[in-house]
Nanobody, 128 residues
Framework: QMQLVESGGGLVQAGGSLRLSCVASGRLFSGYSMGWLRQAPGKEREFVAVIIVRGGSTYYSDSVKGRFTISRDNAKNTVFLQMNSLKPEDTAIYYC?????????????????????WGQGTQVTVSS
């Protein structure tokens, strides 16, 4: 099972930026689809962004589209989440997650149970 370690979270003012990183252990990182999901206090874990293996297509939740960018560096076994124009409602624990290959059906990347490995999470707090 892939080990994932996130970093880059912190406290930032509204309108600011953060860049999250997730380093994966193991081989064949390029064969995994990688996602970011988040969980705010009292809420369910929700999809943020994903980069799909074999082509690198990216998808975003409507709430972050145009503000966040997901990318990956296969040589460094790392996936990134660049977060710009942050809002207080972006406050959450951000989790990196992976799935070997493709998802079970189109759009399934939105569901947490589609991912096979998870990091421990990194806290992002946006003050108003």
């Amino acid at each position: 099972q892939m080990q994932l370690v996130e970093s880059g979270g912190g406290l930032v003012q509204a309108g600011g930026s953060l860049r999250l990183s997730c380093v994966a252990s193991g081989r064949l990182f390029s064969g995994y689809s990688m996602g970011w999901l988040r969980q705010a206090p009292g809420k369910e874990r929700e999809f943020v962004a994903v980069i799909i293996v074999r082509g690198g297509s990216t998808y975003y939740s409507d709430s972050v589209k145009g503000r966040f960018t997901i990318s990956r560096d296969n040589a460094k076994n790392t996936v990134f989440l660049q977060m710009n124009s942050l809002k207080p409602e972006d406050t959450a624990i951000y989790y990196c997650a992976s799935r070997l290959g493709l998802f079970s059906r189109p759009g399934a990347y939105r569901f947490a149970n589609e991912y096979q490995s998870w990091g421990q999470g990194t806290q992002v707090t946006v003050s108003s």
